[in-house]
């Protein structure tokens, strides 16, 4: 069975500071992962969709990268604003329409 | 954009009554999901639909019906609410499997 895990849970950094947040699954067997943004109360935001085969994507300020055999991905974002804070979610789809989601890392972006 | 919408946002219903929860997408998309998220559960999969009165279980379908009788609706269905039953509610969709997947705003739903 599919387990994603996010580390760490939550995140406090200040404002312009580049940040990683980190991802990882434990069947490397996967379709595609994809990255959302959670605001509180809300519902979640695509970010990125990398697919089994890429390495990585980007969005703006925002790099996703896939390294499949480790299972890990990371989301990167560049020069913290604090309207980045928010939940951030990973998912990952082992084909068909089964979405595992981890539970998210907790952004806080301060002035 | 793609809009998906969920009819209610806040709802308090009491133990034992028949909810029903309502999802549109304007995308024309094939597949249509509902999650239920708790804290420090995640995100939960109840049930999913690839076509017009189709549907599969997820990984709780417990308690939970859908129907999908036209292809941009999607209904998720409380038989007999109840208190554990109180979360957020998401509806999803996606025009294919490995396709980008769209999330409504949630429905917050209590059970008294």
């Known amino acids: 069975k599919q387990e994603v895990t996010q580390i760490p849970a939550a995140l406090s950094v200040p404002e312009g500071e580049n940040l990683v947040l980190n991802c990882s699954f434990t069947?490397?067997?996967?379709?595609?992962l994809q990255w959302f943004r959670q605001d509180p109360g809300k519902g979640l935001t695509s970010l990125l969709l990398?697919?089994?085969?890429?390495r990585e994507q980007t969005s703006g300020r925002l790099n996703a990268s896939l390294d499949k055999s480790s299972g890990r991905s990371t989301l990167y974002i560049a020069a913290s604003q604090p309207g980045d804070s928010a939940t951030y979610l990973c998912a990952v789809s082992g084909g068909g329409n089964k979405l595992t989601f981890g539970t998210g890392t907790q952004l806080k972006v301060e002035l | 954009d793609v809009k998906v919408t969920q009819s209610s946002r806040y709802l308090v219903k009491r133990t034992g009554e028949k909810v029903f929860l309502e999802c549109v997408q304007d995308m024309d998309h094939e597949n249509m999901f509902w999650y239920r998220q708790d804290p420090g559960l995640g995100l939960r999969l109840i049930y999913f639909?690839?076509?017009?009165?189709?549907?599969e279980k997820g990984d709780i379908p417990e308690g939970y019906s859908v129907s999908r009788e036209k292809k941009e609706r999607f209904s998720l269905i409380l038989e007999s609410a109840s208190t554990n039953q109180t979360s957020m509610y998401l509806c999803?969709?996606?025009?294919?499997?490995?396709?980008?997947?769209?999330f409504g705003e949630g429905s917050w739903l209590t059970v008294v």
């Open positions: 999803a969709s996606c025009f294919r499997s490995g396709n980008t997947i769209y």
């Open positions: 069947d490397s067997a996967i379709y595609n």
């Open positions: 639909s690839y076509d017009v009165k189709m549907k």
């Open positions: 990398i697919q089994s085969s890429q």
